[in-house]
């Protein structure tokens, strides 16, 4: 009961911050179209989770996926306020996004392989 109440949380605690990116990336003053497909991996984030159910087997994806989005929301907000140092980072854009669609393609897979048993 334990472990299926603390995955609740934290697939909450994803879809919350995966919204948050998706909101922040209109604000965007700098790096904006690198700012938008990080947006976009978050709305694709928000769509899987809300289709799937997180189980024992998730819960490592999960935990990667949130590092990941809070690693976006960093860049994403780091870009809101202008910071220039951001703004010479493409390779970090790169990363996290990645990185995001790494961690999306193997939960995707879990929850299909779930539905067929």
């Known amino acids: ?6 995955l609740s949380v934290s697939m909450s605690a ?3 911050l995966a919204t948050t990116i998706a909101s922040l990336a209109m604000a965007t003053r700098r790096n904006k179209t690198e700012c938008q497909e990080l947006a976009e991996r978050a709305r694709e984030v928000t ?16 935990d990667a996926l949130n590092k990941a ?6 860049i994403v907000e780091s870009c ?6 951001i ?9 996290i996004n990645k990185s995001i669609r790494f961690w999306l393609k ?6 299909r392989r779930q539905l067929e048993q």
Request: proline share 0%; aromatic share 6%; with cysteine.
């Open 1 to 6: 009961m334990e472990l299926v109440s603390t």
């Open 14 to 16: 994803i879809l919350k």
């Open 47 to 62: 769509r899987i989770l809300k289709n799937g159910k997180a189980t024992s087997t998730t819960k490592g994806t999960l």
């Open 69 to 74: 989005l809070q690693d976006a929301h960093e």
């Open 80 to 85: 809101c306020r202008g910071d220039l140092f």
């Open 87 to 95: 703004a010479f980072q493409a390779d970090k854009f790169k990363d």
């Open 106 to 111: 193997r939960l995707h897979r879990r929850q």
